[in-house]
């Protein structure tokens, strides 16, 4: 592989790395809807479980993501759920955490009808691991049920989650703005919109920005297990930029009939393009058969295959 295409590579690497950063994937099973309309206080427990409920929502299609290459962006948990907790000897402080709007949840699928939540919590630790203190803070979060007389309908997510940590080795910092995170129902296809920004500060290093826009639709083979195999169609563009990276990286893929056995891909192609933070451009295109697997580079006249 030539020098330009191995930083095209790096860059869609380092695009990943950055999205799931800091999100906890082990998240509890959901709970309970919560209160009426209006206004009120709210525990970390309550937006802990309707996050872990958006989460497990818009996680339906990761499998066939992740394994094209672009896994899906999920809400960053900690502290409201119970999640990631440290072992030793910790404190944690959650206050004037609220909700308003509609907090029912008639369907029974854990994702209100349209709340939205704020709150902030901070905690301290100690241990063998050393110590360190830090924030969670959600501004604004709005979680809305597409179809409240559907339990399949889907989730939609807006809003803006910071967090920081202090520790022995540094200081970070990150702002996740999330335009729009959408999975939502449409007669027998669910189509999905992933929009946001995120912002990493780490000390002594500089800051990381990501910008990410993917859309796409999900068409189950069965409509009675609609998450169990599917074809998907997906567009989506990337850009960042970095200390060593002023000029930015762009990346753009596009899924075209990928499918999902409910084990594996076993059809369809992902095509990636991109430019580095020296301008230098690239491509590759991945293609996908019952039995082989295969990566086509322009600048190699055979493809790279392997058994599938």
């Not at 989460?55 to 990631?84: D, H, I, K």
Request: proline residues 6%; hydrophobic residues 30%; negative net charge.
């Amino acid at each position: 592989m030539k020098p330009r295409m191995k930083l095209v590579v790096i860059a869609l690497l380092g695009l990943w790395v950055l999205l799931f950063a800091g999100c906890n994937q082990g998240a509890p099973s959901p709970g309970g809807g919560g209160g009426g309309g209006g206004g009120g206080n709210a525990t970390a427990q309550d937006v802990g479980k309707v996050l872990t409920a958006a989460n497990e929502q818009l996680y339906r299609v990761e499998s066939p993501l992740s394994l094209a290459g672009l896994p899906v962006p999920v809400l960053g948990l900690t502290p409201f759920s119970v999640g990631l907790i440290p072992q030793d000897t910790a404190s944690w402080s959650c206050t004037d955490v609220t909700v308003t709007g509609d907090a029912r949840d008639p369907d029974g699928d854990g994702i209100p009808a349209n709340a939205t939540y704020n709150g902030k919590c901070t905690w301290s630790y100690s241990g063998s691991g050393g110590s360190a203190s830090g924030y969670w803070e959600y501004r604004n979060v709005n979680v809305q049920d597409p179809n409240n007389a559907d339990p399949k309908a889907g989730v939609k997510v807006k809003g803006e989650i910071d967090w920081g940590v202090t520790s022995d080795t540094g200081h970070y910092t990150s702002t996740w703005r999330i335009d729009r995170h959408d999975l939502v129902r449409s007669g027998e296809s669910y189509s999905f919109t992933y929009q946001g920004l995120w912002t990493v500060t780490i000390e002594n290093v500089g800051t990381y920005t990501t910008d990410y826009n993917l859309k796409g639709t999900w068409a189950p083979d069965d409509r009675e297990r609609p998450w169990y195999a599917g074809t998907m169609n997906a567009t989506g563009s990337f850009s960042g930029t970095g200390p060593n990276c002023t000029n930015g990286w762009r990346a753009n893929v596009t899924l075209k009939n990928v499918h999902y056995n409910g084990t594996k891909i076993d059809g369809g192609t992902a095509t990636f393009s991109g430019t580095d933070c020296n301008g230098n451009s690239g491509s590759l295109t991945i293609e996908w058969s019952s039995s082989q697997v295969c990566i086509k580079i322009p600048e190699l006249q055979e493809p790279i295959c392997k058994d599938n």
